[in-house]
């Protein structure tokens, strides 16, 4: 009777702990797609809960992310386009991405449009720094570091090249 007791009590405590450290906003999956979380500029695209701003470019804005039920981080960008051609345009990128396998090239999970219309990817995040920042801090790197890094890069880019799709954005911060 005590062993199965224990659960009960453990539940019960753990249940006021975790709402004062996660406040009381419940479960991340009850919330309506585009409400407003915790944090000042969240939003939830899909299934996936923006936490983050990672960096901006000349495409849109990039967000880390974590998938509502899987628990899986994400990267997602938010894509700037001429009205126009948006949605075409997302959609060729997206199948044409979507079939790159190479391990030197990240992943797309899944794509969509958000309540006010813009496109967004869902993209495996890759935590680490970008070669701009790693020469900012570091400084010169070794031959041999240097090569395998352009390898892996040449890699991914001869896969794309192969299925006649050109990066038009490759530098060191990217």
């Not at 994400?74 to 700037?80: E, G, M, N, R, S």
Request: net charge positive; with cysteine; glycine share 10%.
């Amino acid at each position: 009777a005590i062993w199965p007791s224990i659960n009960y009590v453990v539940a019960v405590l753990t249940y006021p702990i975790g709402r004062s450290l996660y406040g009381s906003g419940g479960p991340l999956t009850t919330r309506p797609p585009g409400s407003v979380g915790d944090a000042e500029r969240s939003k939830v695209f899909g299934s996936y809960h923006l936490i983050s701003p990672i960096g901006e470019g000349g495409m849109g804005e990039v967000w880390r992310a974590s998938h509502t039920m899987l628990a899986r981080p994400a990267a997602i960008k938010l894509v700037k386009f001429d009205a126009g051609r948006e949605e075409l345009f997302a959609r060729r990128f997206a199948n044409a991405i979507a079939g790159l396998q190479s391990p030197n090239t990240v992943y797309l999970y899944d794509f969509g449009t958000t309540q006010e219309g813009r496109q967004y990817y869902v993209m495996e995040l890759l935590d680490g720094i970008s070669l701009q920042t790693l020469i900012g801090t570091f400084g010169s790197q070794p031959a041999s570091r240097v090569v395998a890094i352009l390898r892996q890069i040449c890699r991914s880019l001869e896969e794309a090249h192969d299925k006649k799709i050109l990066h038009r954005d490759l530098k060191p911060s990217n």
